[in-house]
Antibody, heavy 123, light 107 residues
Framework: QVQLQESGPGLVRPSETLSLTCSVS??????????WGWFRQAPGKEPEWLAY???????NFNPSLRSRTTISVDTAKNQFSLNLFSVTAADTAVYFC????????????????WGQGTTVAVS | DIQMTQSPSTLSASVGDRVTITCRAS??????LAWYQQKPGKAPKVLIY???NLESGVPSRFSGSGSGTEFSLTISSLQPDDSATYYCQQYNAYSFAFGQGTKLEIK
């Protein structure tokens, strides 16, 4: 059974870079059958999509955050990571990684497996 | 940008009630819509995908309908465990926008 686990620093200072890692077990992040994504949820707000990757390197970003976001992959560790640059208090949130099934390149379903989330405070 | 608007924002109902949450998209999203349930301190859990398809393992009292810009999630007979916040989400290759959520409370 696939499981996702986020890890991160907990606290980041304004203007610094937030680095988060999603460790995947029970499936390979190199599988062409899935998309792997990042979301965040500020206190009391709806979730917000940040980015997703597939085929171990193809990436789509939320346009509103594209200039501050990168994603990297460590296939040996079966992990993928998110970097968010120049953070401000508005980036304080719970950050989730998630998986979505991929069917012949189409989005038939949305993200169905989520990690438990990691809380990040910018202060 | 696609905007998703849910109503109501809060809902209070009794066990056994039939409840409906609606979601409106700012443009035609065909049937590319999911519904999620989220409990405090937990990740969202998908209930419905492609507007009306029940996710595996989700109780059959949950159902979804709609297409284009108008969608709804119905719980046919409310159970105590259904107390949660519910979100609609549109999805395509370039956008995954959530509604603002509906907090469902059990009386």
């Amino acid at each position: 059974q696939v499981q996702l686990q986020e890890s991160g620093p907990g606290l980041v200072r304004p203007s610094e870079t937030l680095s988060l890692t999603c460790s995947v077990s029970g499936d390979s992040i190199t599988s062409s059958s899935y998309y792997w994504g990042w979301f965040r949820q500020a206190p009391g707000k709806e979730p917000e999509w940040l980015a997703y990757m597939y085929n171990s390197g193809k990436i789509n970003f939320n346009p509103s955050l594209r200039s501050r976001t990168t994603i990297s992959v460590d296939t040996a560790k079966n992990q993928f990571s998110l970097n968010l640059f120049s953070v401000t208090a508005a980036d304080t949130a719970v950050y989730f990684c998630a998986r979505a099934p991929r069917y012949s390149g189409a989005w038939e379903r949305s993200f169905d497996i989520w990690g438990q989330g990691t809380t990040v405070a910018v202060s | 940008d696609i905007q998703m608007t849910q109503s109501p924002s809060t809902l209070s109902a009794s066990v056994g009630d039939r409840v409906t949450i609606t979601c409106r998209a700012s443009q035609n999203i065909y049937n590319w819509l999911a519904w999620y349930q989220q409990k405090p301190g937990k990740a969202p859990k998908v209930l419905i995908y492609k507007a009306s398809n029940l996710e595996s393992g989700v109780p059959s009292r949950f159902s979804g309908s709609g297409s284009g810009t108008e969608f709804s999630l119905t719980i046919s007979s409310l159970q105590p465990d259904d107390s949660a916040t519910y979100y609609c989400q549109q999805y395509n290759a370039y956008s995954f926008a959530f509604g603002q959520g509906t907090k469902l409370e059990i009386k």
